[in-house]
């Protein structure tokens, strides 16, 4: 299994970024799929989730309204559009899938809002 994030870098606040997470080695299109994140000092929390279809979404109360998660099964891809950003989005993000009750983790892409 495999997962590689991709997408992350320095934006100002306000401004957007997308990150993606390719994955392999597994039944994508059964798998659940959510983006974590870890600030510094911080725990990591789970910022949204897509169920396997991607007809149910959720997402963390600090996230509502300003990212949206989607995948693409043809692609084997997740993604994380995050828009209006802001300081506290500063944190490495992590994307994760669950499948055939096992937890697999990507390495992780930075992601840093600062002026």
């Known amino acids: 299994v495999q997962l590689v994030e991709s997408g992350g870098g320095l934006v100002q606040p306000g401004r957007s970024l997308r990150l993606s997470c390719a994955a392999s080695g597994f039944t994508f299109r059964w798998a659940l799929m959510r983006w974590y994140r870890q600030a510094p000092g911080k725990e990591r929390e789970m910022v949204a989730a897509i169920s396997d279809v991607g007809d149910i979404t959720d997402y963390v109360g600090s996230a509502k309204g300003r990212f949206t998660i989607s995948r693409d099964n043809a692609k084997n891809t997740v993604y994380l559009q995050m828009d209006s950003l802001k300081p506290e989005d500063t944190a490495k993000y992590y994307c994760?899938?669950?499948?055939?009750?096992?937890?697999?983790w990507g390495q992780g892409t930075m992601v840093i809002v600062s002026s």
């Open positions: 994760n899938a669950r499948w055939n009750n096992d937890n697999y």
